[in-house]
């Protein structure tokens, strides 16, 4: 913060001080083992999170009631109760035009309730022990569009493998993205790239590596 370098410069003007931020996140993005260990953990949490929020939507006594703002309340709730720390950004949305690419960022004011045939998307961050995850999750709400959703989870399971296995030493943030374009391109899936493919996290909700255009990460 800038009142506390003010009050360094004042207090040690003999000091000279050097911008270290690209050499910290460079840093960060190496991660030893017992920081993994955490970081899963957290993921795990947010996983049990997100299914135990939407095992509350069967017990429904009226079809589809359950609201979104609750959906969104349960996500949170139960990521303490699985043993998290706690969470930072909580989203739930259905239709079309609310689950955008913004939503990952941004929170979304969860209005109405669950509605058959249509996809729900659940953004959430959590942490453990100081160590962040950060949860993207889009399901189905009942039989209706089994067939397109289908198609949908099997695209998007064919992109991500496509990350997987090109992940390696050397290959930059860019070139990561302009293969699974490519790749979307090829097999006539609809691709988002503005968003890039993803972020690390940390000790942060966001942090570098991005995966995104003209990172040369």
Partial sequence: ??????????????VRWVKLDDDLAGLRMVKTGAEVELISAAASHAERAIVSALNHAEAC?????YPLAEFAERNRVHVGEWGGDGTGHVAAMQGAERVGADAGVY????????VPGQLAR??????????WVHAGRTVLMGPERLQTAAKAYADN???????????????SCHELL?????L??????????E??????TGVEEREAPFLRAGVET
């Fill in 1 to 14: 913060p800038q009142g506390i370098l003010s009050g360094l410069r004042e207090h040690l003007p003999a």
């Fill in 61 to 65: 006594l009226d079809a589809w009631s």
């Fill in 107 to 114: 929170w979304v004011r969860p209005s109405g309730g669950l």
């Fill in 122 to 131: 659940i953004e959430l961050t959590n942490h453990y022990r100081g160590y």
């Fill in 157 to 171: 399971l064919l992109l991500k493998q496509a990350v997987v296995e090109r992940l390696r030493p050397g290959i």
């Fill in 178 to 182: 302009q293969a699974v374009s490519e």
């Fill in 184 to 193: 979307a391109l090829e097999h006539g899936i609809r691709f988002y790239g």
């Fill in 195 to 200: 968003a890039g493919l993803g972020h690390g």
